[in-house]
């Protein structure tokens, strides 16, 4: 099935460095959603964003969507051994739909 | 607010047997996805209902995968004849009512399909 390339699709860092991934796609996408996902569990909401340009912040995370609208970045400040996990990009295209689709992940691993 | 409920949460079956999965909702969402997710993918869209009318189908789903909404609320997932391929996490998401900053999914912590 169709996914959004998501990048880097690994990493390693050291407790306290902030993080940067984003998710590209070929499309226009009205909506941008952000996702973590630990093991065994469904993927739970962090950051949603809906206009070009729009910058969000929940906490240590800032996300921003695009301004072509045809990609979105996720942040992460000062990470902490918690934040290790499975973050997904999903986007919505637009008008007579309401399907999301998904990016490939970036898998973080955070060194104590 | 419970939260999208899914259930089982594991399901160990033999190839060739049919299982059903069941999902259900937040309170008041109108929309209902149903997703795959394989080892290391993802989340794979396959459908989603809007109240009880399924709108949208992906073409992963084959004669052998059938959702159902019937009343707007809950949504049963059922494959016939598994093959080992169908082995995955299914996960379903809820949505509430649409508006221009209200869409938002809330996945549930699926259900972990193994077929032998």
């Known amino acids: 099935g169709q996914q959004l390339n998501q990048s880097p699709q690994s990493m390693f860092i050291q407790e306290g460095e902030d993080v940067s991934m984003n998710c590209t796609s070929s499309s226009i996408f009205n909506t941008w959603l952000w996702y973590k996902q630990d093991p065994g569990e469904g993927p739970v909401l962090l950051i949603a964003l809906y206009k070009a340009g729009e910058l969000t912040s929940n906490g240590r995370l800032t996300a921003q969507f695009g301004i072509t609208r045809k990609d979105s970045f996720l942040n992460i400040s000062a990470s902490i051994p918690s934040d290790v996990g499975i973050y997904f990009c999903a986007g919505r295209a637009g008008s007579g739909t309401y399907k999301y689709i998904f990016g490939t992940g970036t898998r973080l691993k955070v060194l104590a | 607010d419970t939260g999208v409920s899914q259930d089982p949460r594991h399901k160990i079956t033999k190839r060739g047997q049919n299982v059903t999965f069941r999902c259900d909702p937040i309170s008041e969402h109108n929309r209902l996805y149903w997703y795959r997710q394989t080892l290391g993918q993802g989340p794979e869209f396959l459908t989603y209902?809007?109240?009880?009318?399924?709108?949208?189908k992906s073409r992963l789903l084959s004669d052998r995968f059938s959702a159902e909404r019937p009343k707007g609320s809950f949504s049963t997932l059922e494959i016939q004849r598994t093959e080992q391929g169908d082995s995955a996490m299914y996960l379903c998401?809820?949505?509430?009512?649409?508006?221009?900053?209200?869409?938002?999914?809330?996945f549930g912590s699926g259900t972990q399909l193994s077929v032998l």
């Open positions: 209902f809007q109240n009880e009318a399924q709108l949208e």
């Open positions: 998401a809820s949505s509430p009512r649409w508006g221009a900053t209200n869409e938002k999914l809330f």
